[in-house]
């Protein structure tokens, strides 16, 4: 191992600053080691099983009890689902009875024996267990990693440590983060990953997408985490560890100035304020954008409410928890996106065939208007939270103007069935809907006779425009926000909506990204919305940027063919912009 400083570019995930030292987990969960044991062995593979089953219950335990009311409703749910699988007796006979006939290793094993379990569940069985098909996958995960023996239990470490490892679930980004984790960088994933958003919500600095990472830093190496701009610094110098020091303590104060200052807007150098809202994926990070100064919600996600349960939510705790949100941020807007579910995040009690192309599959409006019960539910829920006048309803996945037609009819139902029941709503509630789908772009000025507002979903939008999987580490390059016709489809839809007299919103990732935040503001968008632990960073972009500037800069770069060109003048544009105010 080099004692050379090295820099890796990766896709940055959750902003902020970690300095510290590596715990790697390198084993992919399906490398598992092929050569077998003897018969001789056959006894003491099967207690080196039960005593890693051992193991992660008690870690387990420990988690579980130490969880506030908040924490427990947040990951609770797949801990609980875990510890189902570990204390089925189907499991470890299975296990053992691998171990006894094909002399495997315990390893062996658990591989073949977990995908067998999964085959073998009843349908509500594998309801309760199908909330992001994380649950057995995080049972491989613990299980292979205790067995290779290399980290026996992470909270027997005495200092703050920054984990490095092929890929990461939610409970293991939960449970580490309790263990004095102060960052953490993975081989895979993505932004818009569980995982991703769970760090977020964390506020734990996370970069991913980084192949072959955990080949490259050994355990107790010096490495630095940087979110901001997703960067893993292997074995830093000194210089490098003291300017990052500076970053995470001006990172720090930022967050602090934020929270503590008065907050007179998001204003950029020229004058011209822009409306910054939060994204909100737990009802925990709601206080968080409500001190740093948030405009309001832009997109208040409900996925939580559903995924990681064994029930339907009734429209009640929905009811409360909305209503309690939008107290919070009174006067100010809350925007609640309907359910986006379907394919690979259906919750578990409901069960749907697994589909070949999931993205594309049952998902969103889709799932709800084929699960209109539930969705009548949610929106009379949502209907209820907006007495206050400061409610929105955002419909995701819109392809269609029969769907549009459709859900305003539940909607009007939804007020019927209120009114009967004596139930307070705003009956003049706005209604937008995601702009996602590239088919709804071109049928804008029909759906804006039945809608308030657009919100823009950069994140499938690009996904669908450029046929690239935003998962895909292979194809990072060819999802670019920064591509020509990525640029001159979001300057359409910006035009069509002002032309309509429809204000829009950007919901999306890009949002959060200087060059992308330069690209946006210069065509014209002004409400953007994202990750409340962002605010800060782009309160610091704002205050740079000329808006006249980024406009001139837009009506240059729109007519560039290629992706390289148009990088290079934004980053000129960035590297002038503090002498051109």
């Known amino acids: 191992m080099s004692a050379y400083s090295r ?3 990766g896709i940055k995930v959750s902003a902020g600053i970690a300095i510290g030292r590596a715990v790697v987990i390198s084993r992919s969960f399906r490398d598992v080691p ?3 044991i003897s018969a001789e062995e056959v006894e003491s593979e099967k207690e080196r099983f039960i005593s890693a089953i051992r193991l992660i ?4 335990d420990r988690l579980l009890d130490g969880m506030t009311q908040k924490e427990l409703r947040k990951i609770g749910p797949h801990i609980n689902a875990q510890k189902m699988i570990l204390s089925d007796l189907r499991f470890t006979e299975d296990v053992f009875n691998i171990i006894s006939t094909e002399l495997a290793s315990s390893e062996m094993a658990v591989v073949k024996s977990l995908d067998k379990y999964s085959r073998s569940l009843s349908s509500k069985e594998k309801a309760l267990l199908n909330a992001r098909s994380l649950d057995i996958k995080s049972i491989e995960f613990l299980l292979l990693r205790i067995l290779s023996g290399k980290i026996k239990d992470i909270s027997l470490l005495s200092e703050d440590f920054i984990l490095i490892s092929h890929d990461i679930t939610p409970t293991e980004l939960y449970y580490y983060s309790k263990q004095k ?9 993505g932004r818009n990953s569980h995982a991703a958003i769970v760090a977020r919500s964390l506020h734990i600095p996370a970069v991913v997408g980084i192949p072959n990472l955990t080949q490259h830093i050994s355990t107790m190496e010096d490495v630095i985490i940087d979110g901001i701009n997703g960067i893993v610094i292997i074995h830093p110098n000194q210089r490098q560890i ?6 995470r303590t001006a990172f720090c104060s930022l967050l602090d100035t934020q929270q503590t200052q008065e907050h007179n807007g998001f204003v950029s150098s020229d004058g011209v304020r822009v409306s910054v809202l939060a994204n909100i994926d737990f009802p925990e990070e709601v206080d968080t954008a409500k001190s740093l100064g948030a405009d309001g919600i832009g997109l208040l996600r409900t996925e939580f409410y559903f995924i990681e349960r064994p029930r339907t939510p009734s429209e009640e705790e929905q009811f409360r928890s909305y209503d309690h949100i939008a107290e919070k941020f009174y006067p100010k807007e809350i925007t609640i996106r309907t359910l ?3 394919g690979e995040k259906v919750p578990g009690f409901i069960s749907q065939q697994k589909e070949e192309n999931p993205a594309l599959g049952v998902r969103a409006i889709r799932f709800c208007l084929k699960n209109k019960n539930l969705f009548l539910s949610q929106i009379k829920a949502i209907l209820r939270a907006s007495h206050r006048g400061n409610v929105r309803i955002l419909i995701p996945m819109i392809s269609k103007m029969e769907e549009i037609i459709e859900t305003k009819r539940l909607i009007e139902e939804a007020k019927q069935i209120l009114t009967t029941e004596n139930k307070r709503f705003d009956p003049n509630i706005k209604i937008g809907i995601m702009l996602e789908i590239p088919s709804i772009i ?3 000025e029909d759906v804006a006779k039945h809608i308030d507002f657009f919100s823009l979903g950069t994140n499938d939008l690009i996904q669908f425009m450029m046929a690239a999987d935003r998962g895909n580490i292979e194809l990072f390059d060819s999802a670019s926000s920064l591509s020509p016709s990525i640029i001159r489809v979001l300057n359409m839809i910006f035009k069509k909506a002002e032309s309509l007299n429809k204000p829009i919103y950007v919901c999306g990732e890009m949002a959060t990204e200087e ?3 330069v690209t946006l503001l210069g065509i014209g968008y002004r409400h953007l919305s994202m990750s409340p632990i962002n605010i800060p960073i782009f309160m610091n972009i704002i205050k740079d940027i000329n808006i006249r500037r980024a406009e001139e800069l837009v009506n240059r770069i729109i007519t560039y063919e290629n992706d390289s060109d148009i990088i290079k003048e934004i980053e000129r544009f960035l590297n002038e912009k503090g002498s051109n105010n």
């Open 515 to 517: 060059e992308d935040i």
């Open 340 to 342: 986006d579910v379907g």
């Open 34 to 36: 092929k050569k077998g």
């Open 242 to 247: 003291a300017e990052y020091s500076d970053k």
């Open 181 to 189: 984790m102060i960052g953490v960088a993975t081989e895979l994933g």
């Open 7 to 9: 820099t890796i570019k």
């Open 442 to 444: 071109f049928i804008m």
């Open 57 to 60: 219950t008690e870690q387990t």
